[in-house]
């Protein structure tokens, strides 16, 4: 089993550019989107599967996030498992589980990086969405099998990659000390309680 890894998983985020206008007229103003974040059980494009039962447990725990409106993400990923508030560009405002699919809504904010995600999508560009988070994987045959250890920090908007994998940033590479300790100061004490809670009451059930 591998060491715990800054881990990326691609997916495209479909919407009808030709609704944005109408998007914003429903919305105040504001751009909402709706679209599949994230897909379990299957083989992505950085050769690594997701097992439902750990992305049922994140999405769990997320909800607390969405409710006090921390669920932030950024334009590009960037090479930190730290989401950096100047580069925040959009708010998950729900997400949930249907099937094997995690589906989510993401509000495009007024920052510099979401004026720049609003843009693209009145333009019309395919965009993609991509979780973020620690973790470690284990080999089986020619896949990367996510472990329990896994933590979901956020979804981003990226580019789709012209070659599958082929992400700017570090993909896959191991956390240092100093990350891991900005990660649980970025997860409060009473997130952490919060997760063990879910995880004790999902042992109920």
Known sequence: ????????????????????????????????????????????????????AILEREIRNYQKFIQERRSLGECDHPDSSVIELKNASHLVTRAWIEGAYVLGEVELLDTPSGKILQSLVESGVTLGISSRGVGSTRRDGDRQIVQDDFQ???????SEPSTPGAFMMREGREITSTELKNL??????????????????????
């Open 152 to 158: 979901l920090i956020c979804w981003d908007f990226v």
């Open 1 to 52: 089993m591998s060491a715990q890894q800054l881990l990326h998983s691609w997916m495209p985020f479909d919407y009808d550019p030709k609704k944005i206008i109408e998007f914003r007229e429903r919305n105040g103003g504001k751009i909402k989107l709706k679209g599949v974040l994230q897909k379990a059980d299957t083989l992505n494009q950085n050769g690594r599967v997701y097992p439902i």
């Open 184 to 205: 649980r100061e970025q997860f409060r004490k009473d997130d952490r309680i919060d997760r063990l809670f879910n995880d004790i009451m999902s042992w109920r059930n």
